[in-house]
């Protein structure tokens, strides 16, 4: 039997996190759909066309691991206002959505779009500030050459970007529960969010 959890929301509120440890505690598969975007922008950035490059992705092309960077975070967010780009990564989230066993996808069109009915949807936030500080620590710890001025410029130009474009823009679902993470722990943000999905499972 499918279960689907929607976790959507901005870049860097935690629901990367929160998805893996959801997954990890129910059993669920895990998609964080952010990658494909990503591995669409990767592609770009080394010369490629955004549709093309969208209608001939395969699931290897997110195992590489230069996708976490600012720049290809920005490429990404480009990619990601085409609407060709976006039916073009559709079934393939849906069909990850529907494996039996139960299944986490975390994006910013999941409970929109992608999954409308979603068993559970969350819609996980926090502060641009707060934001721009995990972001930014994850960055360093990684050895990055980045300002935590450049990476609150990053994370507000990306907001702007995927809240005010006209193909599935970032918002929260009308059903989504909202879970605003900026004064939470992320243990406890976990849990909230385990507590939340174990209402509706049983
Ligand atoms: O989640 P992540 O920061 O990896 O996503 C990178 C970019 O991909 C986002 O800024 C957004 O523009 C785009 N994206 C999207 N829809 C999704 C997931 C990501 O438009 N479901």
């Given amino acids: 039997m499918s279960f689907t ?3 959507d929301g901005p870049a860097a509120a935690g629901k990367g996190t929160i998805s893996k440890a959801v997954a990890a505690h129910f059993g669920f598969a895990h998609l964080d759909t952010g990658l494909l975007y990503r591995a669409v922008g990767a592609k770009v950035l ?5 549709i093309a490059v ?3 992705l395969d699931p290897v092309d997110l195992e590489n691991d230069d996708l976490r960077t600012a720049a290809v ?3 990404a967010s480009e990619v990601a206002v085409i609407p060709q780009v976006r039916a073009a990564l559709a079934a393939f989230q849906r069909s990850f959505a529907a494996r039996a066993g ?4 975390d994006g910013r069109d999941i409970g929109t779009v992608i999954c409308p009915d979603a068993n559970v949807k969350l819609f996980v936030t926090a502060s641009p500030a707060c934001r721009a500080e ?3 620590a994850e960055l360093k710890a990684k050895g ?4 935590l001025e450049s990476v609150l410029a990053d994370v507000k130009a990306r907001d702007a970007r995927d809240s005010s474009r006209a193909a599935s823009p970032l918002v929260a679902a ?7 993470t900026s004064d939470l722990t992320i243990d406890d943000a976990i849990d909230q969010a385990i507590a939340i999905i174990s209402a509706v499972k049983g």
Wanted: charged share 20%; no cysteine; aromatic share 4%.
């Fill in 5 to 7: 959890v929607a976790i």
């Fill in 46 to 50: 080394a010369g490629g066309d955004p």
């Fill in 54 to 56: 969208a209608l001939a």
């Fill in 73 to 75: 975070a920005q490429a």
């Fill in 102 to 105: 139960g299944a986490v996808l």
């Fill in 134 to 136: 995990r972001r930014y």
């Fill in 144 to 147: 990055a050459d980045v300002t």
């Fill in 174 to 180: 009308d059903d989504a529960v909202l879970l605003d």
